[in-house]
């Protein structure tokens, strides 16, 4: 009733309001309803029907005197638990000392198939894989034949196409007044020989890190090396690492310079790989401080400002199946799933695309929401992961976990057994770990010290780590350190260090048991070699002929010989020149002499009065 003793009904808009007495009527007779639908609750779990609607209605201690198993099916021994009132779901402790197989009762009757890895999952699997390599590689094959698998011969033919597109129209406008040493002036176009070229240099100079790229092309006799002389001029080199190098069309903007780029290398590594049943999904940072308004800073993190990318990685190899950069609202989500789901759900349905049934995932608690491990359940996924103690939807005795001993652990039950929470505080920890699985067990390990823990501790120690795995390798010997104003070619570079490792793994699954193990750095080396002798391969005629790059000689540290034991004669020429000695001692300062050194085969000048002592 309406202040004013006007009505305001449904139609009229109007928000109802109510005196004090007549609220407290009507709180009085809801709290009655309640009570009778919770009567005719506990009547109708003792009915002890046989549905799967019913079962879930039941709590936790009547469902365990029911006998609506089906016939033949042994009985389950129950453990024995004490509830855990939770206004939202239902939840039981269960003691540690006691074994529990955490598998759905409801999905025990209908479990009619199994997947490649073994474990019963329902008719709805999608296809069956064989995990492990399926690319036509044997013991046989190369690091280059691993290579070409991920980096195929469409991607080297579109990365030239792409840069030589790009070059044009950035030369284009600059021809009218090109200057004769602009690097408009001097541009050629890219072919496949110079593009295989430039790779050998690219895993050459993370091999061999220095300052700046200059250095590698320097003459003093220290820093000299040949290779990369022969491979390139410096000016040419510069020309495309700086300026012409692209990956995508030449108008194209934001997350499409090099998302092309990305998609089409992890595509190829999943047709050349099916990944082992445990998977990780983590970020993977790539280190960058220019300005970028997408750029992350997280102190917590090797590189505090750095570019964000999401990752799925076998866990048992480390190999990268799917990456995708964070753009903000313009991240390349999976455009068929709701915009209303939230970020773990989306982050998990774009890399989960092409994974089929069965396998198991570890994140971190960034991830960890109910929403989401009923989602992977629906998709016959199973899911192990660190938990936030405030997240919705799970036991509020977790919050006060805190007050565990050391070496103490609690495992909580949810009541239809669909997921399983262990708290484990260890010996020296301050706060205790605390993670929800969907495939788990209360059981302890002892490792070879006599330390104890529980399995399901131990199991995400072991699976959580295939993106860290990675990105340990790429930072080992890569190019991805390196200053650069353009945020998509710290993304271009690391992709290329991402396809080395995933031909690494190929090239390890590949050799026979008992073959010694061969070091990334191995690994590379032989790479770096067999690129050159393709690179051979690939050279034109003409340029063989007039395009053969002079090796220059290193600039001697001594230009004087009298260091070497000559016989140094004085000379007075009449001539006034630099004296070699003092202007090498001064850094640049000219000083002029009239003698020269006649003992000396190249005859320097030098002073008379000191330069000859």
Known sequence: ??????????????????????????????????????????EFSDGGSDSDGERNAMNFESDSDSSSDTEGSAARP??????????????????QNLGLDLTPLHLQNILTTRNEFGDPLPPRSNRRQVPGVNANLDQSSSPLDCLKVILTQDIIEDLVKSTNEYAEKRCMPHRPSIRKRSVYHTWEKVSEYEMVKFFCVLIAMGLEVRPSVRDYWSTEEIMYNAFYHTMFRRERFESIYHTMLHCSDPDSENKHKIEPLIDAVMEASREAFYSFQNLSIDEMVVGF??????????????????IKTFGLVDSTTGFVLRVFPYFGRDTSYNPELDHDSGMAIKVFDTLLTDVGTGHHIFADRYYTTEALVRYLSGRSLYYTGTLNLNRKNFPPQLKNIKTMKHMEAKHYLRNDES????????????????????????????????????????????????????DQRVTYYSNTDRKSYKWWKKLFFWIFEIAQNNAFVLYALTREQGTAKMSMKAFK????????????????????????????????????????????????????????YCSEQSKGKRKRTTFICSGCENRPYLCAKICFE
Request: net charge positive.
């Open 1 to 42: 009733m309406a202040a004013g003793g006007d009505e305001a009904g449904p139609s009229s808009g109007r928000r109802q309001r109510f005196t004090a007495q007549q609220a407290l009527g009507l709180f009085q007779t809801l709290a009655s309803d309640d009570n009778l639908a919770r009567e005719s609750e506990v």
């Open 525 to 580: 080396l032989k790479l770096l070699k067999q690129l050159q002798d393709k690179a051979a391969t690939l050279m034109p005629a003409e340029e063989v002929e007039n395009h053969t790059p002079k090796r220059k000689k290193p600039r001697e540290t001594n230009p004087v010989d009298r260091f070497q034991g000559s016989k140094h004669l004085i000379q007075w020429t009449g001539k006034d020149r630099d004296c070699v």
């Open 419 to 470: 997921m399983l929470i262990t708290a484990w505080k260890d010996k020296k920890a301050k706060k205790p770990c605390v993670l929800v699985s969907t495939k788990a067990d209360t059981s302890f390990l002892t490792n070879a010290r006599n330390k104890t823990k529980p399995a399901v501790v131990n199991n995400y120690n072991m699976s959580m780590g295939g993106c860290d795995k990675v």
């Open 78 to 95: 129950r453990p024995q638990t004490h509830i855990v009132n939770n206004a939202a779901t239902d939840w039981v402790e269960i003691s």
């Open 289 to 306: 401080t220019g300005r970028w308004k997408f750029k992350q800073y997280n102190p917590s993190k090797p590189k505090k400002y750095h």
